[in-house]
Structures are given as structure tokens and as C-alpha cells.
């Protein structure tokens, strides 16, 4: 999933004729050093043209995506980015596992000090949907959801 370069060896950027990966397991997260390891700063990537398909309908499901990381030794370059967003036009997926799935493909990437993926998908039958998946991800246990009686599920 992730392919590490140095900027001079970027395959995608200033690459014009490159075709549109046809699933995530296809695409590739290109990374370069980033150029300021020593400080804590945070990169913003949004888009509004991000589309799925519902596993059981077949319809298209229409989403803004926003990425928010603070790098350590990596950052994502945007261009590798686009292709592998783009690549989930045919990916058939509930809404909440494919943010968790970009989140991990992110993070496996280019293991950043902390990031966020939120989902904003549009309304379905009257209802938006928007997931927002964090790493790295504080507490898993203390957050499981308690059962219908209010215990706290195993």
C-alpha cells in the first residue's frame, strides 16, 4: 500500500498519463521526507468528489473527504493521494469501514504522530451520515458502547 520516495522519485506527480487505480489495493500512498520533522504541524487534504457503493444497493455513495495529520519522518504526497481516493468509485463498502479502511491505508503510509479522517456522506433516504476515525486511537476499551441495559459490553 505505502511506496516511500524521495521527491525525485515520485511516479505520479507531473505524470500526466497515468491511469486512475482500479481498486485501494491497487493504489499507492507515495510519501516524501517531510521537511520539518522537528516541529508539530498540521497538514489539511479535502475533497468533495470522493464516491463509493453501497454493498447492498449498488448505488453510488457521495462524500466530502477531509484528512488532518501532524507528519513525523513522512508526508503524503496529494497527487498519490487523489489516485488512491479516486480508486474507490467501484469499492463496495459500508460507509464507516471505508473511513477506517482510509484511515489505516493512511496511517500505514506514513505513520504520522496523529490523524484524523472524517466522512461527511451525503443524505440517503433523509439522512447524512458523517464517521470520523482517529489515530492513534485513545482508550479503545473505555469507548465501547454499553448494551441495551447500560453494562458496559465485553
Do not use: W
Not at 464516491?51 to 501532524?70: E, H, N
Not at 487523489?82 to 477506517?100: D, I, P, Q
Amino acid at each position: 500500500m505505502a511506496k516511500r520516495k524521495r521527491a525525485g522519485e515520485l511516479t505520479l506527480l507531473g505524470h500526466s498519463n497515468e491511469r486512475l487505480p482500479a481498486s485501494p489495493a491497487e493504489a499507492r500512498l507515495e510519501t516524501f521526507p517531510n521537511p520539518a520533522p522537528e516541529r508539530n504541524y498540521r497538514i489539511h487534504f479535502e475533497t468533495d468528489d470522493f464516491t463509493s457503493v453501497c454493498p447492498v444497493t449498488g448505488q453510488p455513495d457521495f462524500a466530502r473527504i477531509d484528512i488532518d495529520y501532524v507528519p513525523d519522518r513522512l508526508c503524503v504526497e496529494s497527487k498519490s493521494l487523489k489516485f488512491y481516493l479516486a480508486s474507490y468509485r467501484n469499492e463496495r463498502a459500508f460507509n464507516e469501514a471505508v473511513t477506517n479502511h482510509i484511515l489505516n491505508d493512511f496511517v500505514k503510509a506514513c505513520v504520522p504522530r496523529e490523524a484524523i479522517v472524517t466522512a461527511q456522506f451525503s443524505a440517503r433516504g433523509g439522512i447524512a451520515l458523517t464517521v470520523r476515525a482517529e489515530y492513534p486511537d485513545r482508550n479503545p476499551k473505555e469507548r465501547r458502547s454499553p448494551d441495551r441495559r447500560g453494562n458496559a459490553a465485553d
